[in-house]
């Protein structure tokens, strides 16, 4: 009995002892053991091998021989009992994600022996007041409870339970590492020097009393998600050389206000600012080319977008961002104040969540220059009553309508081919539509949820009506011809039809 191949996972017994004999504790051997309270390891085995005690909530302590060199990726992940575990003094690997939601573990040491320690393997310990090393390991330092490379070049963990409302990175640091501090709740204010020149992804995720913070001037990026749920950072003071926001950076940073957009920026990914409630005003800078159009979705309170004069790719047309040649609308301000709109002659398309989380639109007209409409273009444009869709249009994409709960009327032209997977779902307000008899395709969940939805007129162009595409509308009634894929539809789903 030399390796240990998997414990039951509804065995009842809170306490167990890996024998002597046992080598190897097989991958996933006590995964899911929900029920297990207290492992002994008297087996001399050389790892704890990747995902041997995932999502083990109850364990609350273990104890592993000091043969072991190595503890896998995930080995420990969401045994968030822990409080407790002392890392094997001969430990030379701890793997990515090791200890990865072990939510009541208070402190660890890492042994002399330990060279290497992998990405976001303390991520989650959200009772972590302190990460010791040993004064021996010639590959990590602890600075007052914080972990860093030797040279103290990169600052690996904060500790999320550490009793500090605000920090100065040491004058040592280069690099702040992916989830550095991240769901350090106590920080408020973190102090930066300009030796720092690289913040990872996700370093700040979810430090809702983080208010204000200075990027060093060497900085040339904000990673994925740095400022991830940030809520109370209400001032940023961004460098002159930035270069790229990336996607979620500031996501759902509801109390910033006010910021300017250097020169030097030329990229804003998806969702880098979504959600921040406050911005009122934004002005893109001259040298900004690419920006995703819900780089700034559900900011609630934006009324204006503006554009530097020397910016040789977009255009402000009354607070509306368009492309320099006005024929492509990328933002609507969600905040900006009017209930109708009606989009310029000549522009072409509207970008995916052009007019997203509009707060006071009710009706918008276009005109029939508009040949194209973008993924989620009016997604939870909640108070949306009225539309007027362009007569080229031959496609309604993929959740364009989705979630406009006021949305009572829709002028579907008769150039249109196919209606998108939840293009209408969620339009409770929505009471009959009438296909028009060149649509082809009524994809998934295209309708599903419109409770209000009495009324469907289906031609017989229409051949492929996908799974779901009516879910829930409970008082709906189609009208459809006898044989045709309408008709079989309805009789396959039970709902009431006529002739």
């Given at each position: 009995?030399?390796?240990?191949?998997?414990?039951?996972?509804?065995?009842?017994?809170?306490?167990?002892?890996?024998?002597?004999?046992?080598?190897?504790?097989?991958?996933?051997?006590?995964?899911?053991?929900?029920?297990?309270?207290?492992?002994?390891?008297?087996?001399?085995?050389?790892?704890?091998?990747?995902?041997?005690f995932t999502g083990c909530d109850h364990l609350k302590k273990?104890?592993?021989?000091?043969?072991?060199?190595?503890?896998?990726?995930?080995?420990?992940?969401?045994?968030?009992?822990?409080?407790?575990?002392?890392?094997?003094?001969?430990?030379?690997?701890?793997?990515?994600?090791?200890?990865?939601?072990?939510?009541?573990?208070?402190?660890?040491?890492?042994?002399?022996?330990?060279?290497?320690?992998?990405?976001?393997?303390?991520?989650?310990?959200?009772?972590?007041?302190?990460?010791?090393?040993?004064?021996?390991?010639?590959?990590?330092?602890?600075?007052?409870?914080?972990?860093?490379?030797?040279?103290?070049?990169?600052?690996?963990?904060?500790?999320?339970?550490?009793k500090s409302s605000s920090y100065n990175v040491p004058r040592n640091v280069v690099s702040v590492l992916p989830c550095a501090f991240y769901g350090c709740t106590m920080l408020e204010s973190v102090v930066f020097h300009d030796r720092v020149v690289s913040i990872g992804s996700e370093a700040f995720y979810g430090c809702s009393s983080l208010e204000d913070i200075v990027i060093p001037k060497g900085v040339t990026e904000i990673k994925y998600g740095t400022f991830n749920g940030c809520t109370s950072l209400n001032y940023i003071e961004l460098p002159e050389t930035l270069s790229t926001v990336e996607s979620c950076a500031f996501y759902n940073c509801e109390s910033l206000a006010d910021f300017d957009i250097f020169a030097s920026v030329k990229k804003i990914e998806s969702y880098a600012f979504f959600g921040c409630n406050n911005l009122a005003e934004i002005t893109v800078s001259e040298n900004l080319s690419e920006l995703e159009s819900n780089a700034f979705s559900n900011c609630i309170k934006l009324s204006a977008i503006y554009v530097n004069d020397n910016n040789k790719n977009f255009?402000?047309?009354?607070?509306?961002?368009?492309?320099?040649?006005?024929?492509?609308?990328?933002?609507?301000?969600?905040?900006?104040?009017?209930?109708?709109?009606?989009?310029?002659?000549?522009t072409v398309g509207i970008n995916n969540y052009a007019f997203s989380y509009s707060q006071y639109l009710?009706?918008?007209?276009?005109?029939?220059?508009?040949?194209?409409?973008?993924?989620?273009?009016?997604?939870?444009?909640?108070?949306?009553?009225?539309?007027?869709?362009?007569?080229?249009?031959?496609?309604?994409?993929?959740?364009?309508?989705?979630y406009c709960k006021s949305l009572t009327s829709v002028y579907l032209p008769m150039s249109l081919k196919s209606i998108g997977s939840s293009a209408f779902a969620y339009c409770s307000a929505l009471v009959s539509v009438e296909i028009p008899n060149n649509v082809t395709t009524i994809e998934s969940n295209a309708f599903a949820y419109d409770i209000k939805l009495a009324s469907a007129i289906i031609p017989q162009s229409v051949t492929e009506i996908e799974t779901g595409a009516f879910n829930g509308c409970q008082n709906l009634i189609i009208t459809c011809s006898e044989g045709t894929k309408a008709y079989e539809y309805a009789e396959r789903n039970n709902i009431k039809h006529r002739l």
């Open positions: 009995m030399t390796a240990l191949i998997c414990y039951p996972v509804a065995k009842g017994s809170g306490s167990y002892t890996v024998p002597k004999t046992v080598k190897n504790i097989y991958p996933y051997a006590f995964s899911g053991c929900e029920k297990i309270k207290k492992i002994t390891v008297k087996g001399s085995i050389s790892s704890v091998n990747e995902y041997t273990i104890k592993l021989p000091d043969t072991v060199t190595e503890i896998g990726d995930r080995a420990f992940n969401g045994c968030a009992s822990m409080g407790k575990i002392t890392i094997p003094s001969g430990v030379v690997s701890i793997g990515t994600d090791a200890f990865n939601g072990c939510e009541s573990l208070s402190g660890i040491t890492i042994p002399a022996s330990t060279e290497y320690i992998g990405d976001k393997a303390f991520l989650g310990c959200s009772s972590l007041e302190k990460l010791e090393v040993d004064k021996e390991n010639k590959k990590y330092k602890s600075i007052k409870g914080v972990l860093f490379s030797f040279d103290e070049s990169q600052l690996i963990v904060f500790p999320p339970a550490k255009v402000s047309v009354d607070g509306v961002l368009f492309s320099a040649d006005r024929k492509s609308l990328y933002i609507y301000p969600a905040g900006k104040v009017g209930t109708e709109y009606y989009i310029p002659s000549g009710y009706t918008v007209e276009m005109p029939d220059s508009v040949t194209k409409l973008g993924q989620y273009s009016f997604y939870s444009s909640e108070s949306l009553t009225d539309v007027r869709l362009a007569n080229y249009i031959t496609e309604i994409p993929s959740s364009a309508f989705a």
